[in-house]
Nanobody
Framework: QVQLVESGGGLVQAGGSLRLSCAAS????????MGWGRQAPGKQREFVAA???????NYADSVKGRFTITRDNAKTTLSLQMNSLKPEDTAVYYC?????????WGQGTQVIVSS
C-alpha cells in the first residue's frame, strides 16, 4: 500500500501563491507517476498536474504557466507551487500516486482563493 498525506492548503487572495505538499509512505519504491487532482464544490474531480518517474511533467491547460509540480529524489515528497491564483482555483486538492496498476489518493487539502 501507498499512503499519501497532503498539507499546505489555506485561504489566499486572488493573485497570491500557495505551496502544497504531499508526503508518501509505505511501498514508495513501487511508485511511478504522482500528481494532483482537484474537486470544486458541485463539480467532478479533475486532473491538475502529474510528474512521471523520469520527471516528465504534464499540466491541465487551466494551470499551465501558473502551477509547477516537483518531486524530491527519494520520490516521497511531492509539491505543487501555485502562483497567480484565481477564484476558480478554489477546490479540495488531492495528491495521487500510481503504483503497480493502482492509483492511491490522499485525503485532500482545501484551497480557497478569494476575489
Amino acid at each position: 500500500q501507498v499512503q499519501l498525506v497532503e498539507s499546505g492548503g489555506g485561504l489566499v487572495q486572488a493573485g497570491g501563491s500557495l505551496r502544497l505538499s504531499c508526503a508518501a509512505s509505505g511501498r514508495t519504491f513501487s511508485i511511478n507517476a504522482m500528481g494532483w487532482g482537484r474537486q470544486a464544490p458541485g463539480k467532478q474531480r479533475e486532473f491538475v498536474a502529474a510528474i512521471t518517474s523520469s520527471d516528465t511533467t504534464n499540466y491541465a491547460d487551466s494551470v499551465k504557466g501558473r502551477f509547477t509540480i516537483t518531486r524530491d529524489n527519494a520520490k516521497t515528497t511531492l509539491s505543487l507551487q501555485m502562483n497567480s491564483l484565481k477564484p476558480e482555483d478554489t477546490a479540495v486538492y488531492y495528491c495521487f500516486a500510481d503504483w503497480r496498476g493502482t492509483r492511491s489518493w490522499g485525503q485532500g487539502t482545501q484551497v480557497i482563493v478569494s476575489s
